[in-house]
């Protein structure tokens, strides 16, 4: 006997159950094009500002472009390269980007980790003096680059006059800080070290704080001293933070320019001319677009390849884990 009631429920029932299993679809299909839309614009920003430009780069570094006429190019091939790779005054800039980046890293790595474990020590209590300590942070490099300039002055910086008071120089003109060749990359190494070193010392600062006390208490009721301690517990705990801490510091003082150009432009006798400086040169100043690119190039790929250097050195993330 047939019972047609339920053969109704049950057909409704199928067709609703169809029409929720297409309903979910539909919404699957709608969450995709959202996130779509959602990543849409950076994406779009991306491709502009960051694929179009170093196309555009790699593109001119095969040809011989004249300032004059940007626009209108002739392929020579590998032939810019090899006259980056082969130039003094490129080699030269090469080496004094990797000084200069290699004497702030250190110097701000120091600093910072020292800072940063005074403050984690201190607790609560370095609220304060960890406000002060990032007020540099605040300050342009432009900025930082005149005031350092002005400090530095052979004939009435405050650096020289302070030295001379205290009997450490014979006269404020001692150290040329700013016209000798053999100091100036040195010396346009100061405003970068002042200004970021609160940088490093707050990214560690926070590694430290996310490291267990657990860990800290066991290891010294194993008996390890302080040195022991931070040498086999903190430091490798650390390690990913300090991986990160480098590289962006790293990258951000090859690329240095604002504070070289202000207190030296590269001089003197290109004693302080960095990499970046050299591309700027080149390209503004002499007009060779082409010879500029290769070099930026170049610079571009040397900084990629030690960035992934830098981290599966440090941070190493597939032994940290075991």
């Not at 209108?72 to 090899?82: C, D, E, I, R, W």
């Not at 510091?249 to 960095?274: C, K, N, Y």
Request: aromatic share 10%; net charge positive; with cysteine.
């Amino acid at each position: 006997m047939k019972l047609p009631g339920r053969a109704n429920l049950s057909g409704q029932a199928g067709a609703g159950a169809l029409s929720g299993a297409r309903a979910a679809n539909h919404s699957r299909m709608s969450d995709r094009t959202f996130v779509l839309l959602l990543v849409a614009p950076a994406s779009l920003f991306f491709l502009v500002f960051v694929v179009y430009p170093v196309g555009l780069l790699v593109f001119q570094s095969f040809q011989k472009v004249s300032m004059l006429a940007p626009d209108k190019g002739t392929f020579v091939g590998l032939a810019n390269y090899g006259q980056a790779l082969t130039s003094p005054v490129v080699l030269n800039s090469a080496w004094l980007t990797l000084l200069y980046t290699v004497v702030t890293l250190s110097v701000e790595f120091l600093l910072g980790m020292a800072s940063a474990i005074l403050f984690n020590t201190l607790g609560s209590r370095s609220a304060i003096a960890r406000t002060i300590f990032l007020f540099p942070l605040m300050v342009a490099p432009i900025v930082a680059g005149l005031l350092w300039k002005f400090m530095l002055a052979s004939s009435f910086g405050i650096v020289n006059w302070a030295l001379s008071s205290v009997g450490l120089i014979s006269g404020p003109q001692d150290i040329p800080w700013l016209s000798d060749p053999n100091v100036a990359l040195y010396s346009v190494t100061l405003p970068d070290i002042w200004l970021t070193t609160c940088f490093i010392s707050l990214v560690l600062y926070t590694g430290l704080q996310d490291i267990p006390l657990e860990v800290i208490e066991a290891a010294k009721i194993d008996g390890a001293n302080p040195l022991q301690l931070f040498w086999r517990v903190t430091l490798p705990l650390l390690r990913p933070v300090i991986a990160v801490a480098l590289i962006i510091r790293g990258l951000d003082a090859a690329r240095t320019f604002d504070a070289v150009w202000i207190m030296t432009q590269g001089g003197p006798q290109h004693g302080s001319e960095v990499l970046s400086l050299y591309v700027y040169l080149d390209m503004i100043r002499y007009g060779r677009l082409g010879e500029a690119a290769a070099v930026a190039t170049l610079f571009l790929i040397a900084l990629m390849v030690l960035s992934m250097a830098a981290y599966y050195l440090i941070w190493r993330p597939g032994l940290s884990q075991k």
